[in-house]
């Protein structure tokens, strides 16, 4: 029987499990964590691979700073960080990581091998659940490898709370995703089972990252944003409305190039398209916000993802207007269709008349559905008739 009233210090290991349940909740977060140390460490080039949806293994190859091989096991010590050093370096935070919990944390729930160099003789360690098993001499390519074997292996209620494998894959290639936008001018590469998802040029160029996420054709129909004031800048694209997705999720903020999750700043992207969307409908968006550190606290969750902004709500009014006023000069182009539509059937709403195409009753519909579907085809006739007249005169 467990004595209650004796207080002791949990050994490192455990300690270090128990900070794991917040930072490493599934393979994305072990990905994202150590993305991010390569960032921090001034790489150019991140290289992230995967086998089954990372399970079996995740690596990470970056061509950064390296850590000298006197210091690497400290690197595995709980709130051991070169990233800060004194109580107020925490209110102007600069990296991404600054809690030193990320490494501890991820070799305390998998087989952890890290290769580093920081240019002259290299250096090479072993961690299994936690506990270290050997350091050696390697490579002496600067910059640094890790790679996670067996994840969650000794943590099974974890293993088993995971979601399938191609589910976890869409949650690393999201995470993955969202770091290259935050920073353009790293070139990324992803592969998973050895095929590769995605490859960014690393030219400081936001749209050939969008284009290499979403596409060409949708990256086409994204327009720039930008707006200034002293303490305070935001850039970035935007989808025009007829470009959406049926969840928020295309939406990405980065504030001083970290990828946060923030829902009033996310409702202020949503509200500068005003009445333009279709209900449940969302744009695509990546907005850079420039912001002084000093006005960000990133110390409220061990994910770093939720931040507290003291500008918030004037942050939240700068993206509205800047994405209404850009969705405003677009719309004076003019649209044949649109135009055609309104002359013929002046009765009927504009917005039912530009959504007929993307109705699509099923046999099962209701009458609504259906009365809009016969609409659609008579107009689609109509057009056709009008066409064809016009091409005989
Ligand atoms: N890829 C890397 N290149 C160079 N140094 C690294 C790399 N990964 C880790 N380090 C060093 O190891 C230290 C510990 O890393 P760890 O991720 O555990 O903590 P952190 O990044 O400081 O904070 P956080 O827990 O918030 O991520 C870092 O502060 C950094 O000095
Ligand atoms: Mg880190």
Same mark, same amino acid.
């Given at each position: 029987?467990?004595?209650?009233?004796?207080?002791?210090?949990?050994?490192?290991?455990?300690?270090?499990?128990?900070?794991?349940?917040?930072?490493?909740?599934?393979?994305?977060?072990?990905?994202?964590?150590?993305?991010?140390n390569?960032?921090?460490a001034?790489?150019?080039?991140?290289?992230?691979?995967?086998?089954?949806?990372?399970?079996?293994?995740?690596?990470?190859?970056?061509?950064?700073?390296?850590?000298?091989?006197?210091?690497?096991?400290?690197?595995?010590?709980?709130?051991?960080?070169?990233?800060?050093?004194?109580?107020?370096?925490?209110?102007?935070?600069?990296?991404?990581?600054?809690?030193?919990?990320?490494?501890?944390?991820?070799?305390?729930?998998?087989?952890?091998? !890290?290769?580093?160099?920081?240019?002259?003789?290299?250096?090479?360690?072993?961690?299994?659940?936690?506990?270290?098993?050997?350091?050696?001499?390697?490579?002496?390519?600067?910059?640094?490898?890790?790679?996670?074997r067996?994840?969650?292996y000794?943590t099974?209620a974890?293993?088993?709370?995971?979601?399938?494998?191609?589910?976890?894959?869409?949650?690393?290639?999201?995470?993955?995703?969202? !770091?290259?936008?935050?920073h353009?001018?790293?070139?990324?590469?992803?592969?998973?089972?050895?095929?590769?998802?995605?490859?960014t040029?690393?030219?400081?160029?936001?749209?050939?990252?969008?284009?290499?996420?979403?596409?060409?054709?949708?990256?086409?129909?994204?327009?720039?944003?930008?707006?200034?004031?002293?303490?305070?800048?935001?850039?970035?694209?935007?989808?025009?409305?007829?470009?959406?997705?049926?969840?928020?999720?295309?939406?990405? !903020?980065?504030?001083?190039?970290?990828?946060?999750?923030?829902?009033?700043?996310?409702?202020?992207?949503?509200?500068?398209?005003?009445?333009?969307?279709?209900?449940?409908?969302?744009?695509?968006?990546?907005?850079?916000?420039?912001?002084?550190?000093?006005?960000?606290?990133?110390?409220?969750?061990?994910?770093?993802?939720?931040?507290?902004?003291?500008?918030?709500?004037?942050?939240?009014?700068?993206?509205?207007?800047?994405?209404?006023q850009?969705?405003?000069?677009?719309?004076?182009?003019?649209?044949?269709?649109?135009?055609?539509?309104?002359n013929?059937?002046?009765?009927?709403?504009?917005?039912?008349?530009?959504?007929?195409?993307?109705?699509?009753?099923?046999?099962?519909g209701?009458?609504?559905l259906?009365?809009?579907?016969?609409?659609?085809?008579?107009?689609?006739?109509?057009?056709?008739q009008? !066409?064809?007249?016009?091409?005989t005169i």
């Open positions: 029987m467990v004595n209650l009233k004796q207080i002791h210090e949990l050994p490192p290991i455990l300690a270090n499990q128990i900070s794991a349940g917040e930072v490493v909740e599934r393979p994305a977060s072990v990905v994202k964590e150590l993305v991010e390569a960032i921090d001034h790489s150019t080039q991140v290289d992230v691979t995967v086998e089954n949806a990372g399970l079996k293994l995740i690596k990470v190859v970056d061509d950064g700073d390296g850590i000298d091989a006197d210091q690497v096991q400290t690197a595995f010590l709980r709130h051991a960080t070169s990233k800060i050093t004194e109580q107020r370096d925490l209110f102007r935070v600069r990296t991404l990581g600054f809690r030193g919990e990320a490494l501890p944390s991820i070799s305390s729930v998998a087989d952890v091998v !890290l290769k580093t160099s920081t240019g002259a003789m290299g250096t090479e360690v072993t961690y299994k659940g936690g506990k270290f098993v050997s350091q050696s001499a390697s490579e002496s390519r600067k910059g640094t490898t890790v790679e996670v067996s994840l969650f000794n099974p974890r293993l088993k709370y995971l979601s399938s494998p191609n589910t976890e894959l869409a949650k690393i290639s999201d995470i993955v995703n969202r !770091l290259a936008l935050s353009p001018e790293v070139a990324f590469s992803f592969t998973s089972n050895g095929r590769e998802l995605l490859r040029s690393g030219r400081g160029d936001l749209l050939q990252v969008l284009g290499a996420i979403y596409g060409v054709k949708t990256v086409s129909k994204m327009v720039p944003i930008q707006s200034e004031e002293p303490d305070l800048a935001i850039n970035g694209f935007v989808s025009l409305p007829e470009l959406t997705r049926a969840s928020r999720n295309y939406i990405s !903020l980065i504030l001083n190039g970290r990828f946060v999750r923030n829902y009033p700043l996310t409702r202020a992207v949503i509200d500068g398209y005003g009445s333009k969307l279709m209900i449940g409908r969302f744009p695509i968006a990546v907005i850079n916000i420039k912001l002084d550190p000093a006005l960000v606290d990133v110390n409220v969750h061990p994910t770093k993802q939720e931040v507290r902004i003291s500008e918030e709500p004037k942050l939240g009014h700068m993206i509205s207007n800047a994405i209404r850009m969705l405003a000069t677009k719309q004076l182009i003019p649209d044949a269709t649109r135009d055609f539509l309104r013929q059937f002046p009765a009927v709403p504009m917005i039912i008349l530009q959504n007929l195409p993307r109705l699509v009753p099923s046999r099962k209701s009458l609504y259906r009365c809009l579907l016969r609409l659609r085809v008579q107009i689609w006739r109509m057009m056709i009008s !066409l064809s007249s016009k091409e």
